[in-house]
């Protein structure tokens, strides 16, 4: 794999400030705000996408044969990037913030809340961060086996499509289901975050960028392909709901377009250093931001002026979280 690509850490940025504005901004009044910032979900699943594009590209080789080893130290990787900041914003939450039993704690601290009843979710966006460990924890099998079995790019595209628009017609699958949900049931077309359904999505979109990671080279002069799918994207956004389940897959477009280096508007866009920025705090900022917003801290009358100073605490805090937790601690030497 390539050293790092300043453009994709700035997609994660940009990804990640999707989300934040997504559940600071609930009201927008204006419709084109309202289609963009409120579909602001969706950006999850180009997380998932990214991370599992990523993957494939640095360990295509590596686990075209499993050893206990090579798969270890694979999750050691893993642990030691997720698990220092969650881990100390789990500890924090349950000290500081709100009373919990144990039986929430450990499923939380064992990242399995994708399982259980989202009643036990002590952060509402934990749900992902627990798809996203179990895939960790599937994705060394799963890529062995799509290379051992020689399965095209194009096949695993079509799957993670075709999961994607059947999902939302899958009854609730989760341990608790007797149990009234806090939370209440999402509305909004796709947005699936909690049960086996939310493990399933992820899984349907690490297909998407796993597929599109072993796609060849497009062969296509200039940089046609990354504007039409930004374009497409912006256009799905705006003016439909059912296109919105092509998100994730003109995503996983765009991010092997920034991934091939070629120069263009996208990429000078997010390789700015204020983007850059906001890509290497945006798992701090994805945790710390919505810790935030639930304390309902009320510091200006305008609601609009209240939340982009919430944001803008968010992101000081998410970038002390990078500097003192992200870069220095490790839970494995490897």
């Known amino acids: 794999m390539k050293s790092e690509i300043k453009s994709l850490t700035g997609l994660r940025g940009v990804v990640a400030l999707w989300v934040v504005c997504f559940h600071f901004f609930p009201h927008l009044k204006s419709d084109i705000l309202l289609n963009t910032v409120g579909n602001g979900y969706l950006a999850v699943d180009v997380f998932f996408v990214l991370s599992a594009f990523l993957l494939t590209v640095s360990y295509s080789e590596k686990f075209k044969i499993l050893n206990s080893k090579g798969v270890l130290n694979f999750y050691k990787k893993r642990v030691n990037r997720i698990y220092p900041v969650y881990g100390i914003s789990i500890v924090f939450i349950v000290l500081f913030i709100e009373k919990s039993s144990w039986v929430a704690f450990f499923i939380n601290a064992g990242l399995v809340q994708c399982f259980f009843n989202p009643n036990y979710l002590l952060n509402v966006v934990y749900w992902s ?46 341990i608790g289901s007797d149990i009234p949900m806090e939370m209440g049931k999402h509305q909004r077309y796709l947005d699936i ?23 060849p080279k497009y062969k296509i002069k200039g940089n046609v392909l990354i504007y ?14 059912r296109g919105l389940v092509f998100i994730p897959l003109l995503s996983a477009v765009i991010i092997k377009q920034l991934y091939t280096g070629e120069k263009n508007y996208v990429q000078m866009f997010l390789g700015s250093s204020v983007i850059h920025f906001l890509g290497n705090i945006s798992y701090s900022l994805y945790i710390i931001h919505y810790i935030i917003k639930k304390q309902n801290v009320i510091l200006l009358s305008s609601e609009n002026f209240n939340s982009l100073v919430l944001i803008a605490l968010s992101i000081l805090l998410s970038y002390l979280s990078y500097v003192l937790i992200e870069r220095k601690l490790k839970i494995f030497e490897i």
């Not at 399933?200 to 960028?209: D, M, N, V, W």
């Not at 039409?228 to 709901?241: A, M, W, Y």
Request: hydrophobic content about 60%; overall charge positive.
């Open 193 to 215: 975050p909690y049960g086996v359904n939310s493990l399933l999505r992820t899984i349907a979109s690490y297909l998407l960028g796993i597929g599109i990671a072993l796609l």
């Open 129 to 174: 961060l627990s798809t996203e460990w179990i895939s960790y924890l599937l994705f060394p099998f799963m890529l062995y086996l799509i290379i051992r079995v020689k399965i095209r790019g194009e096949i695993l595209i079509i799957a993670g499509l075709v999961l994607r628009v059947v999902l939302p017609h899958f009854p609730e699958m989760f």
């Open 228 to 241: 039409l799918s930004v374009g497409i994207s912006l256009v799905l956004l705006l003016c439909t709901v």
